[in-house]
């Protein structure tokens, strides 16, 4: 692979997914910290409003919701959305 997964487009990994597939059977995930997926779409919107400047209030208000309803920390929400844990919480709590 001449790219990082990061580094690849969504056609890059579709036409490598064997390739892909058998790096993932290779590589020891446990070393990796596992996030609700949740987790995932609050950082997407939190990236996506930063990279606007047109945060969606409500849409980010809603993912921190599902986020803290499958287990997601203030601490964690806080980092995902660039700020401290009682920020995050005094905002959104």
């Given amino acids: 692979m001449d790219k990082t997964l990061q580094q690849m487009s969504v056609e890059e990994m ?6 892909i597939a058998d790096y ?9 910290p596992v996030y609700p997926a949740a987790d995932y779409w609050l950082m997407c919107a939190a990236q996506r409003a ?9 849409r980010i208000r809603t993912l921190v919701a599902d986020a803290r309803s499958v287990g997601s920390s203030w601490g964690r929400i806080g980092e995902l959305l660039d ?8 905002r959104f709590g």
Wanted: hydrophobic share 40%; with cysteine.
């Fill in 14 to 19: 579709v036409a490598n997914c064997e390739e």
């Fill in 24 to 32: 993932f059977e290779s590589v020891d995930l446990s070393q990796y």
């Fill in 50 to 58: 930063a990279a606007t400047g047109n945060p969606d209030h409500d």
């Fill in 83 to 90: 700020m401290t844990a009682e920020a995050a919480e005094a």
